[in-house]
């Protein structure tokens, strides 16, 4: 669960004194202005217990992780609050590895289980802005 294009990556020892940096974060997108739904697959709107497979409108377009600086991964905007409570805390963490790995792209694995080099150096990318790569249906 580390990439090895990670400068920082440090793995908690046995005795769980040292932080744990991590190379991934899962998506955890929750828009609370919409409601439930407005949220990843990971989080169903009820004690993030995530989404049956059939539950996912679009597999081949929805992220499941992404290359991040902490465990949650998600685009401007978006907030889910048992992760962060700033909306860009968890985009800022994508950008902020795209800045030091893969020039400038992270990798994005989908929920079909193709993985995608992104750009996401600036809110403006697609993958920092387009909330439909977030979310698990048209709905959201």
Known sequence: MVCPSDQNQQILDAALTNPLLVSYGMNCAYNPTLGAPGHGPFNDGSNLRGW???????????????????IGAMPYGYNDPP???????????????AQS?????VNAL?????????????????????SKLWTVSGAD
């Not at 790995?101 to 792209?105: I, P």
Request: contains cysteine; proline residues 2%.
């Open 52 to 70: 049956i497979d059939s539950g996912i409108e679009s597999p081949a377009e929805t992220i499941i992780c992404t290359d991040s600086e902490n």
């Open 101 to 105: 790995r893969h020039n400038g792209t």
């Open 110 to 130: 989908f929920f079909d289980g193709h993985v995608k080099a992104m750009k996401a150096d600036s809110q403006g990318t697609e993958l920092l802005s387009m």
């Open 83 to 97: 992760f962060t409570g700033s909306g860009t805390y968890n985009a800022d963490a994508v950008r902020l590895a």
